[in-house]
C-alpha cells in the first residue's frame, strides 16, 4: 500500500515593501505674485510643495496658499500642482486642476511633470506669478 502524501501548506503571503529611496534635496525658492509683489517663500526642508487654495471644509490646507492673492476669484484649486525635485532639477506637474497650470504660458499636460527654471512665469488659473530659485 502506498505512503499518502501529506498535504502541501501554501506559501505564507510575501509583503513586498516599496523600494526606499535616500531622502531628497529639498526644494529651495520662493513664488512672486505678480502685481503686489508678494513673496511666498518655500517651506524649509520638504521635497514636495503643492499649491492650491486652503478648504478647512474639506481639509485641504497647501503649503502654499493662494487664497489671499486672488485664488478664489483666478480660478485656483484646492490641489492646483505641486513643485517637487529630482536630482537637482526642480519640477512642476498640475494635479489636474480645473482652469490648469501654465509655465511661460505653455498650457501643462495634466500629471506630466514639467521643468522648472528660475525666472519662469507660471500661472494657475489667472493668478499669475514668477518662480524664482534660492
Known amino acids: 500500500m502506498p505512503t499518502p502524501t501529506p ?20 526644494i529651495q525658492g520662493r513664488l ?3 502685481g503686489s509683489n508678494a513673496t511666498l517663500p518655500f517651506p524649509p526642508g520638504k521635497t514636495e510643495i503643492v499649491i492650491g487654495r486652503e478648504d478647512p471644509v474639506s ?7 493662494l487664497t489671499d492673492h486672488g485664488g478664489d476669484e483666478g480660478g485656483v484649486s ?3 500642482s505641486r513643485i517637487f525635485i529630482q536630482g537637482t ?3 512642476i506637474e498640475d494635479l489636474n486642476s480645473t482652469n490648469y497650470t501654465y509655465v511661460n504660458q505653455q498650457r501643462l499636460t495634466p500629471g ?3 521643468p522648472l527654471n528660475s525666472g519662469d ?8 506669478l514668477s518662480f524664482y530659485a534660492a
Open 32 to 34: 512672486v505674485v505678480q
Open 112 to 114: 506630466q511633470p514639467h
Open 121 to 128: 512665469e507660471v500661472r494657475f488659473g489667472r493668478v499669475k
Open 89 to 91: 532639477q526642480v519640477f
Open 59 to 65: 481639509n485641504v490646507f497647501p503649503e502654499i496658499d
Open 78 to 80: 484646492r490641489r492646483h
Open 7 to 26: 498535504p502541501v501548506q501554501p506559501l505564507p503571503a510575501t509583503v513586498v515593501s516599496p523600494p526606499t529611496h535616500p531622502p531628497g534635496i529639498a
